[in-house]
Protein backbone atom coordinates (compact mmCIF):
# COMPACT_ATOMS: atom_id res chain seq x y z
CA UNK A 1 0.00 0.00 0.00
CA UNK A 2 1.13 3.92 -0.19
CA UNK A 3 2.86 4.74 2.64
CA UNK A 4 4.63 8.77 3.20
CA UNK A 5 6.76 9.18 6.30
CA UNK A 6 7.84 12.84 6.57
CA UNK A 7 10.54 13.69 8.34
CA UNK A 8 12.92 17.20 9.45
CA UNK A 9 10.11 19.68 10.82
CA UNK A 10 11.11 21.55 14.00
CA UNK A 11 11.85 25.00 15.12
CA UNK A 12 13.42 27.32 13.72
CA UNK A 13 14.11 31.21 14.25
CA UNK A 14 13.14 34.29 11.27
CA UNK A 15 15.43 33.63 8.19
CA UNK A 16 16.18 30.19 9.25
CA UNK A 17 16.64 27.29 7.05
CA UNK A 18 14.83 23.50 7.25
CA UNK A 19 15.08 20.54 4.99
CA UNK A 20 12.07 18.41 4.87
CA UNK A 21 12.28 14.79 3.66
CA UNK A 22 9.22 12.43 2.38
CA UNK A 23 10.00 8.98 2.06
CA UNK A 24 7.70 6.86 -0.47
CA UNK A 25 6.51 3.26 -1.04
CA UNK A 26 4.24 0.93 -2.43
CA UNK A 27 4.42 2.66 -5.85
CA UNK A 28 6.62 3.18 -8.72
CA UNK A 29 7.73 6.73 -7.19
CA UNK A 30 9.57 8.06 -10.44
CA UNK A 31 6.40 7.96 -12.70
CA UNK A 32 4.51 9.80 -10.09
CA UNK A 33 4.23 13.75 -9.71
CA UNK A 34 4.77 14.55 -5.61
CA UNK A 35 3.48 17.65 -3.72
CA UNK A 36 4.13 19.40 -0.30
CA UNK A 37 1.36 20.63 1.26
CA UNK A 38 0.81 23.01 4.80
CA UNK A 39 -2.15 23.69 6.97
CA UNK A 40 -1.87 26.64 9.27
CA UNK A 41 -3.72 26.62 12.43
CA UNK A 42 -6.95 27.67 11.85
CA UNK A 43 -6.31 27.88 7.65
CA UNK A 44 -7.12 25.44 4.82
CA UNK A 45 -4.48 23.33 3.78
CA UNK A 46 -2.93 24.86 0.78
CA UNK A 47 -0.36 23.46 -2.21
CA UNK A 48 3.10 25.14 -1.38
CA UNK A 49 5.10 23.58 -4.02
CA UNK A 50 5.24 20.40 -7.00
CA UNK A 51 7.41 18.03 -8.52
CA UNK A 52 6.32 16.36 -11.38
CA UNK A 53 7.60 13.15 -12.99
CA UNK A 54 9.76 14.91 -15.42
CA UNK A 55 11.14 17.33 -12.68
CA UNK A 56 9.86 20.59 -13.52
CA UNK A 57 8.53 22.11 -10.52
CA UNK A 58 6.48 24.42 -9.43
CA UNK A 59 5.24 26.77 -6.39
CA UNK A 60 2.74 29.10 -4.71
CA UNK A 61 3.78 32.53 -5.10
CA UNK A 62 4.11 33.13 -1.25
CA UNK A 63 7.10 30.45 -1.19
CA UNK A 64 9.17 31.17 -4.90
CA UNK A 65 12.55 32.33 -4.78
CA UNK A 66 12.81 30.84 -1.10
CA UNK A 67 11.76 27.09 -1.26
CA UNK A 68 13.37 24.10 -3.41
CA UNK A 69 11.25 21.00 -4.09
CA UNK A 70 13.23 18.04 -5.35
CA UNK A 71 13.30 14.19 -5.60
CA UNK A 72 15.49 11.63 -5.66
CA UNK A 73 13.96 8.91 -7.60
CA UNK A 74 16.68 6.45 -6.22
CA UNK A 75 15.72 6.82 -2.93
CA UNK A 76 12.10 7.41 -3.52
CA UNK A 77 12.35 10.34 -1.53
CA UNK A 78 10.97 14.10 -2.13
CA UNK A 79 12.62 16.52 -0.23
CA UNK A 80 11.76 20.30 0.80
CA UNK A 81 14.53 22.86 0.85
CA UNK A 82 13.32 25.94 3.20
CA UNK A 83 14.99 29.21 3.34
CA UNK A 84 14.28 32.91 4.46
CA UNK A 85 11.60 31.15 6.98
CA UNK A 86 8.96 33.79 8.25
CA UNK A 87 6.86 33.66 11.28
CA UNK A 88 3.65 32.84 8.24
CA UNK A 89 5.26 29.63 7.30
CA UNK A 90 4.49 28.15 10.66
CA UNK A 91 2.66 24.78 9.86
CA UNK A 92 2.32 21.13 9.37
CA UNK A 93 3.65 20.27 6.49
CA UNK A 94 1.96 17.49 4.66
CA UNK A 95 3.15 15.25 1.85
CA UNK A 96 1.09 14.09 -1.29
CA UNK A 97 0.52 11.72 -4.44
CA UNK A 98 -2.27 11.09 -6.10
CA UNK A 99 -1.90 7.29 -7.35
CA UNK A 100 -5.13 5.13 -8.88
CA UNK A 101 -6.89 8.50 -8.89
CA UNK A 102 -7.27 8.69 -4.63
CA UNK A 103 -4.63 11.58 -2.62
CA UNK A 104 -2.42 10.06 -0.08
CA UNK A 105 -1.13 11.78 2.73
CA UNK A 106 1.62 11.47 5.44
CA UNK A 107 0.86 12.43 8.96
CA UNK A 108 3.05 15.25 8.45
CA UNK A 109 5.85 17.20 10.26
CA UNK A 110 5.48 20.28 12.29
CA UNK A 111 7.73 23.60 11.26
CA UNK A 112 7.14 26.18 13.07
CA UNK A 113 9.29 29.77 12.84
CA UNK A 114 9.45 31.63 16.07
CA UNK A 115 11.96 33.87 17.84
Known amino acids: QVQLVESGGGLVQPGGSLRLSCSAS????????MRWYRQAPGKERELVAT???????SYVDSVKGRFTISRDNAKSTVYLQMNSLKPDDTAVYYC?????????WGKGTLVTVSS
Open 96 to 104: NVFHAGMPY
Open 26 to 33: GFTFSTYG
Open 51 to 57: VFSTGGT
